[in-house]
């Protein structure tokens, strides 16, 4: 029942088969082919430029909103800063309480139909209910934040407590292994791949949850400097602020990957080796 | 785990279901106690946290008496699974294109996962700005929300098919059609329903979120016009129906799932298979 991440190895791996080297030109061609007709058309007055900005138009953007006027800096730090705490903290609430749960088969059976409620319900619909209850400003974005974060981390630290190999269970036990030992050797080192997408998922969760507060509440943020540009019809500004988060998402998917590679590194072709030589090294030098 | 054919009488059913499901009562009716007695001594504030007895008569009020909710709840899951539905079309067959012709699958690949990274509900002003403050923008929301995962897990699942039956399959002459119709296909099914699990869920966030930017009917309207008013118990009963929505939307897509990929449980195999033995034999008797 652990929550996976949709991008598949398929994806991964037809995005690298078709970014080599010899391809890459091909791709720019029609990359820039679109853009130039997006352009044209716009030119042309195909396309009504109000809602639908040139591409220089976004260009230019980016170069006011980052250096000219220089004003996104401020929402960003804001928006960045938020994400990241309350990421950590609400899936270190999630990894504690799974782990709880997990651990504890009679929690785990009288929380289960309020898991299921909660699964069902979009969690981002409680926001306004949260900036009621706490106000405008930084406590309810918090809120907000942690819980959509929360679920993720909790249901897959739950399933892949869970989901302990019975056979190597009994070995351990055979061989007389402690409860820390069980937990440190056993259930999480299976545990951690599992729980790492519920991380991935966590961090994506938690930049839409933010935006989405900030639609609300409209005070700072990345969000509301997209709402305010929009209302204004400075689309141009408004697209250069979604592809800044098209960049924010694709580092926060390479960030976690790398993150990933570090805590599981048993997972991947060449991190035990590497691992166990970096050990070798730590060991020789004493 | 062993299910004995022998049916049990519906009396002693009735009271397993009963002593199954007591302790679950009797811990709810505690909970609730707990938390009514807390907030009318004061202990939390009833602006922030409602009593459940409020709650309730929220609920009778606004289900019942007034029967306001059913229209933006009609309108809301209308919403979600026209979006779900145009998002999963384009999505499905995009998947079946790109597993069909290699470079199709090459030059899309990039732009879907751009389209992944970026959070969409960041969308959210422009859509309303682009397709108006009706059904549109939240349908258009719902779509391109829930059009990653479908595209994903189909693409996934017609690729990552089992090699030594394509082998099989290609020894056996099978022309190209044939391996789509009966290997690709049924191969993808469960992944693609998996991935429609997912997108029914996200296309339910689009659309509230939608709905919470700018509209002037549907729950999240609803459910942001009571939070503001501070009607806290009306909110939390609003909230009720979202998950009611989502446990709909989920279940109902659990049972076409039953129903389609019915080869990945045994007993809807077993019943599949009986009733294909009624009709040969039917047509047997002609």
Same mark, same amino acid.
């Given at each position: 029942?652990?929550?996976?991440?949709?991008?598949?190895?398929?994806?991964?791996?037809?995005?690298?088969?078709?970014?080599?080297?010899?391809?890459? !030109?091909?791709?720019?061609?029609?990359?820039?082919?679109?853009?130039?007709?997006?352009?044209?058309?716009?030119?042309?007055?195909?396309?009504?430029?109000?809602?639908?900005?040139?591409?220089?138009?976004?260009?230019?953007?980016?170069?006011?909103?980052?250096?000219?006027?220089?004003?996104?800096?401020?929402?960003?730090?804001?928006?960045?800063?938020? @994400?990241?705490?309350?990421?950590?903290?609400?899936?270190?609430?999630?990894?504690?309480?799974?782990?709880?749960?997990?651990?504890?088969?009679?929690?785990?059976?009288?929380?289960? %139909?309020? @898991?299921?409620?909660?699964?069902?319900? %979009?969690?981002?619909?409680?926001?306004?209910?949260?900036?009621?209850?706490?106000?405008?400003?930084?406590?309810?974005?918090?809120?907000?934040?942690?819980?959509?974060?929360?679920?993720? %981390?909790?249901?897959?630290?739950?399933?892949?407590?869970?989901?302990?190999?019975?056979?190597?269970?009994?070995?351990?036990?055979?061989?007389?292994?402690? *409860?820390?030992?069980?937990? $440190?050797?056993?259930?999480?080192?299976?545990?951690?791949? @599992?729980?790492? !997408?519920?991380?991935?998922? !966590?961090?994506?969760?938690?930049?839409?949850?933010?935006?989405?507060?900030?639609?609300?509440?409209?005070?700072?943020?990345?969000?509301?400097?997209?709402? @305010?540009?929009?209302?204004?019809?400075?689309? !141009?500004?408004?697209?250069?602020?979604?592809?800044?988060?098209?960049?924010?998402?694709?580092?926060?998917? *390479?960030?976690?990957?790398?993150?990933?590679?570090?805590?599981?590194?048993?997972?991947?072709?060449?991190?035990?080796?590497?691992?166990?030589? *970096?050990? *070798? $090294?730590?060991?020789?030098?004493? | 785990?062993?299910?004995?054919?022998?049916?049990?009488? =519906?009396?002693?059913?009735? =009271?397993?279901?009963?002593?199954?499901?007591?302790?679950?009562?009797?811990?709810?009716?505690?909970?609730?106690?707990?938390? #009514?007695?807390?907030?009318?001594?004061?202990?939390?504030?009833?602006?922030?946290?409602?009593?459940?007895? +409020?709650?309730?008569?929220?609920?009778?009020?606004?289900?019942?008496?007034?029967?306001?909710?059913?229209?933006?709840?009609?309108?809301?899951?209308?919403?979600?699974?026209?979006?779900? +539905?145009?998002?999963? &079309? /384009?999505?499905?067959?995009?998947?079946?294109?790109?597993?069909?012709?290699?470079?199709?699958?090459?030059?899309?690949?990039?732009?879907?996962?751009?389209?992944?990274?970026?959070? &969409?509900? +960041?969308?959210?002003?422009?859509?309303?700005?682009?397709?108006?403050?009706?059904?549109?923008?939240?349908?258009?929301?719902?779509?391109?929300?829930?059009?990653?995962?479908?595209?994903?897990?189909?693409?996934?699942?017609?690729?990552?098919?089992?090699?030594?039956?394509?082998?099989?399959?290609?020894?056996?002459?099978?022309?190209?059609?044939?391996?789509?119709?009966?290997?690709?296909?049924?191969?993808?099914?469960?992944?693609?329903?998996?991935?429609?699990?997912?997108?029914?869920?996200?296309?339910?966030? &689009?659309?509230?979120?939608?709905?919470?930017?700018?509209?002037?009917?549907? /729950?999240?309207?609803?459910?942001?016009?009571?939070?503001?008013?501070?009607?806290?118990?009306?909110?939390?009963?609003?909230?009720?129906?979202?998950?009611?929505?989502?446990?709909?939307?989920?279940?109902?897509?659990?049972?076409?799932?039953?129903?389609?990929?019915?080869?990945?449980? #045994?007993?809807?195999?077993?019943?599949?298979?009986?009733?294909?033995?009624?009709?040969?034999?039917?047509?047997?008797?002609?």
């Amino acid at each position: 029942m652990a929550v996976q991440d949709a991008t598949s190895e398929v994806l991964v791996d037809t995005l690298e088969r078709s970014l080599r080297n010899r391809r890459i !030109a091909k791709h720019v061609g029609i990359f820039l082919t679109l853009t130039l007709l997006w352009e044209l058309g716009s030119r042309m007055g195909w396309l009504d430029p109000l809602f639908y900005p040139r591409p220089s138009n976004i260009i230019r953007s980016f170069w006011l909103i980052y250096f000219q006027n220089a004003n996104v800096w401020f929402h960003l730090y804001s928006t960045i800063s938020l @994400v990241i705490i309350g990421w950590v903290l609400g899936s270190m609430l999630g990894i504690g309480l799974g782990a709880l749960v997990g651990f504890n088969t009679v929690i785990r059976r009288f929380l289960k %139909p309020y @898991v299921i409620v909660l699964e069902a319900t %979009p969690r981002i619909a409680v926001a306004p209910l949260l900036i009621a209850a706490l106000g405008f400003g930084v406590n309810s974005k918090l809120a907000i934040i942690m819980l959509v974060c929360f679920f993720a %981390p909790f249901i897959n630290t739950l399933s892949g407590v869970i989901n302990v190999n019975e056979e190597r269970l009994e070995l351990f036990r055979s061989m007389r292994a402690s *409860k820390t030992q069980i937990l $440190r050797k056993l259930v999480l080192p299976d545990a951690i791949p @599992v729980i790492m !997408a519920g991380e991935r998922l !966590a961090l994506t969760a938690a930049l839409s949850g933010a935006l989405v507060a900030e639609f609300i509440q409209r005070d700072k943020g990345i969000g509301s400097l997209i709402l @305010v540009y929009t209302r204004n019809l400075n689309m !141009a500004s408004a697209f250069a602020c979604i592809f800044t988060l098209t960049i924010i998402g694709f580092l926060i998917f *390479k960030g976690m990957e790398k993150l990933d590679h570090y805590i599981a590194y048993w997972k991947y072709e060449g991190g035990r080796e590497r691992m166990s030589s *970096k050990r *070798k $090294r730590t060991m020789v030098e004493p | 785990m062993s299910v004995s054919d022998q049916p049990i009488p =519906l009396s002693g059913r009735i =009271l397993d279901i009963g002593v199954r499901f007591l302790p679950h009562f009797v811990l709810f009716a505690v909970i609730i106690g707990a938390w #009514e007695i807390s907030v009318a001594t004061g202990l939390i504030t009833s602006i922030i946290i409602p009593r459940p007895s +409020a709650i309730w008569s929220a609920i009778v009020e606004l289900y019942i008496t007034e029967g306001t909710i059913y229209r933006h709840f009609f309108i809301t899951l209308t919403e979600a699974v026209v979006g779900f +539905a145009i998002g999963a &079309g /384009v999505a499905v067959s995009l998947a079946i294109a790109s597993s069909l012709w290699d470079p199709f699958r090459r030059y899309v690949t990039p732009y879907a996962v751009v389209l992944n990274v970026t959070p &969409g509900i +960041a969308l959210t002003p422009v859509i309303i700005a682009w397709f108006g403050y009706g059904m549109g923008s939240k349908i258009a929301l719902a779509a391109i929300i829930s059009f990653f995962p479908i595209f994903v897990n189909t693409l996934t699942g017609l690729v990552q098919v089992d090699e030594d039956r394509e082998e099989l399959f290609n020894s056996l002459g099978a022309s190209n059609v044939q391996v789509f119709r009966k290997l690709r296909a049924p191969a993808a099914l469960p992944l693609m329903f998996a991935g429609f699990k997912i997108g029914l869920t996200t296309a339910l966030i &689009g659309a509230v979120v939608a709905e919470f930017a700018q509209a002037t009917d549907g /729950v999240g309207v609803l459910m942001s016009r009571f939070s503001f008013q501070l009607n806290m118990a009306a909110s939390l009963a609003t909230l009720l129906s979202m998950t009611v929505i989502g446990l709909i939307l989920f279940y109902s897509m659990e049972f076409l799932d039953d129903r389609i990929v019915f080869w990945r449980r #045994e007993s809807r195999r077993a019943a599949a298979s009986r009733a294909r033995a009624r009709t040969w034999a039917a047509q047997a008797k002609k």
